[in-house]
């Protein structure tokens, strides 16, 4: 076969005197490429490297991805990628909102940390929520967000006769819950948007106007913690307050349904359970990488 001809440069073209060490690098770089391509051709797994790319530059974006926008991020076609988009979500790596949104799950966490970061986060937080049980005498659990829904990851029971509690694994309403309130009010604006787009209702869950709502938020932002009579259950006063990582965003909730007892058992009143539960927020942020949660008393 024939070696292509080397085009002719144009009469009276100069070539500038530092052009072959400029163009030198780039060079270098095609080369180690090719040999690159040339050596990996054998080994080349194409549709994982479609699934790949569409992980990491999804790394990049807390909104999310829509089909479209992930092709032309791509530099690829939408048939090229959705295939591969459709096996990520049946596998758990991604997920869709209501608007077509891609966006990563904990999946990637969990590999990364070799197990599923909600363990990760139940393991540290156990001993602080049986420490904190303990001492305002209450049940308390730790929730986080998921899929438009908070979930319980982490419950422990008060030592007294009887306890309120939630089941572990329950999902609960973002909107109308304090822990929800405490997950939307510490993430930023586009967070808090995709999070309500992805919204889904869970059975008995109260209507929320998003205007009050807003208002709800940032009265929560500046005070640091909610409490406030329960919107689900009567003789319940909620006590959550955020539990932050390194990013500064909230991960996840702590919680104490607080009952009141009403006969001769001296027990701590709302204000120590507070200063209780803060204490234990900031533990569980600090092991976190996070920063400084709200004193019980702002």
Known sequence: MSQPRKRARPAGTTVPADAGTAAAPVRAAARRREADDEGSTRYAAPALDKGLDILEVLTDSTQGYTLNELAQRLQRSVSEIFRMAVTLQRRG?????RNDRYTLTFKLFELAN???????????????????????????HLSVYQGGRIVIIAQVDSPERWSFGLKVGAVMGLTDTASGQVMLAFRDEAERERMLAEHSRVEGELD???????????ALRARGFVCAPSGQTRGITNIAFPVFTGSGYAVAAVNVPVIERIDQKVAPDLNAVRELAAQTARDLSHALGGGVVAEAGD
Request: include cysteine.
């Open 93 to 97: 790596y991604v997920q869709v909102d």
């Open 114 to 140: 070799r197990q599923a970061p909600i363990q990760a986060l139940t393991a540290m937080a156990l001993p602080r929520l049986r420490d904190l049980a303990a001492q305002a005498l209450q049940s308390c």
């Open 208 to 218: 929320v106007d998003r205007a009050q709502l807003a208002q709800t938020l940032d």
